[in-house]
């Protein structure tokens, strides 16, 4: 049987209260919401890697050639400036807009997607319980079918970067990169990416959900202006890509040496890999971190921040929250 409506004890003032509910908009469900997801972390992953492409590409000349940008990142800034020009720091910024667009709607969108079928498959009470698994698998599977996506473009972007002379941009590096090198080239780092990414995720999300989670046990969100639910955000997403930024450092290192430049003739990926492993040691793993944990701090607090924004703005806010 259901529940009689709440009334406020005024008939004009309940006539009122039905008719707004009645004109508000009803909630999407379905691929309406997991496409407002997808557009939320599409929107929030291209414009905060795309604002961060300067320092993305001092990291990666620290990376690529730590003995001759050896002296951090504002050093590395002064040196890129003074030897090429300040246009030099937005090098591949259109191949880090289209890549992290793909992929920043295929890992949030994704990531509502999965923990809704772990729920689904488990129930609100189990996935609640073991919610931190729920976390790492459903950031796990996203995270692996985003990289699918943005794998060609990092490729094309680090090329750029590594040889400003390579090519004139996204298409011109695309085009000429496949044309000499076959498809293979794009994915090349395909398992440094994943090593890089999935561990990444799942550290950016996990950590972003507990904190987020301690501090809405604090200040209940249904009590915080949108605003602070912003500030908030903001400071879970800096936890989460702190720690994200530490995670996978050295995978990252990797990727940038491996898309630097084409492999041996009959050289395969892993023995490439083991390779520069074996080269750059554990020190040389951590090229670039004090870059790397600015860079990756943030633009994951800024990603958060703006797709919670988003997700209200579009009305997506019918994703299942297990948090207890």
């Not at 800034?77 to 246009?87: L, M, S, T």
């Not at 440094?192 to 799942?202: G, N, R």
């Amino acid at each position: 049987m259901a529940s009689p409506a709440k009334t406020t004890g005024s008939t004009q003032v309940d006539a009122v209260v039905q008719t707004v509910k009645a004109n508000q908009p009803a909630a999407p469900t379905g691929i309406s919401l997991y496409s407002r997801f997808a557009l939320s972390g599409a929107v929030c992953c291209s414009v905060t890697h795309g604002v961060m492409t300067p320092v993305d590409v001092v990291k990666t000349r620290i990376q690529l050639d730590p003995k001759t940008y050896n002296r951090g990142m504002v050093g590395g800034f002064r040196q890129v400036i003074q030897n090429e020009g300040a246009a030099a720091l937005l090098t591949g910024v259109g191949p880090t807009f289209a890549g992290y667009f793909l992929q920043g709607a295929l890992k949030f969108g994704g990531y509502e997607f999965f923990k809704q079928q772990s729920i689904n498959q488990l129930g609100y009470e189990t996935a609640s319980n073991n919610r931190t698994a729920v976390y790492l698998a459903s950031s796990a599977l996203a995270e692996f079918f985003a990289d699918i996506a943005l794998c060609p473009l990092e490729a094309t972007r680090i090329r750029l970067v590594s040889e400003p002379t390579y090519a004139n941009g996204l298409v011109g590096g695309f085009t000429k990169m496949l044309k000499n090198e076959g498809v293979g080239a794009f994915y090349a780092g395909f398992g440094p990416i994943l090593f890089k990414q999935i561990p990444y995720t799942m550290t950016k999300f996990v950590v972003f959900e507990k904190v987020s989670e301690l501090v809405f046990r604090q200040f209940p969100k249904e009590t915080l202006s949108d605003g602070m639910q912003t500030v908030a955000n903001l400071g879970s997403g800096l936890m989460a890509g702190f720690a994200a930024a530490v995670i996978s450092q050295p995978a990252d290192t990797m990727l940038s040496k491996i898309n630097k430049t084409k492999g041996e003739p009959g050289e395969g990926t892993t023995s490439r890999l083991i390779k520069i492993a074996k080269d750059l040691g554990f020190r040389g793993s951590f090229s670039g971190i004090g870059a790397r944990l600015f860079m990756v701090g943030t633009l994951t607090a800024g990603q958060f921040a703006i797709y919670g924004d988003l997700k209200r703005i579009l009305n997506a806010t019918g994703g299942v929250e297990i948090a207890k």
